[in-house]
Every structure is written in C-alpha cells, then in structure tokens.
C-alpha cells in the first residue's frame, strides 16, 4: 500500500506519486488539446474552488478561508463557474487525463 493518495502507474518505481514535472506535462498536453494557456497551479486552484462551491456547497465565506483568499471580492466569480463548465462539457472540450497504462488496458479490452 503507498502512503499517497495518487500514484503514478507509469512511474519507475511502484506506488510513486507523480512529480510535478509529470503533472505539468500532462496539464500542459491536455490544455493544447482544448485550445487552453493555464498554468497548473492556477488552473487547479480554480477547478477545486468551482467544485468547493458549486458541488460541494461551500458558502463563499467558507471557501475564502479554505482557499486563504485574503478578499471575499476573490471567491466570487468561483459561484458563476457551472454555467460556463456545462457550456464547455457542452463543446466538447472535455480532455481525459488517463495514464498511458490505462488507455492501454481499456484498447486492449476493447
């Protein structure tokens, strides 16, 4: 068992977490495929806000000091997001994010 909560199952070592480098390569890859210039940390820090508020039902107070926002005014546009993620689900601009060992299991059980 890792002592992480994710782990990378293409990493050299079994039950690895991923490095940030992986993690921005894989970021950077599928931002490219959606038309997308966000920088990881920022992008999700916004994903985790949207769904905070949005999926969750944190009240924005709530997320300003789970999020350490010094102003409320900062947390604001996070409540405004859904209609703007459906109108992307919507488009099509929904990119899986899946491991190369996962892509290759669910070809080879097709």
Known sequence: ISPYLFVFPDGKKEGCHYT???LER???????QVGEDIPLY???KHSTASQMINELHYSQSELQMAGDWARLESVKKYGKV??????ALLEGKVVSLGTKSARIQKNNSQ
Do not use: L, M, N, Y
């Open 20 to 22: 940030i480098v992986t």
């Open 26 to 32: 894989i970021w950077k890859k599928a931002c490219e």
């Open 42 to 44: 920022q992008g999700t």
């Open 82 to 87: 859904e209609v703007s993620a459906r109108r």
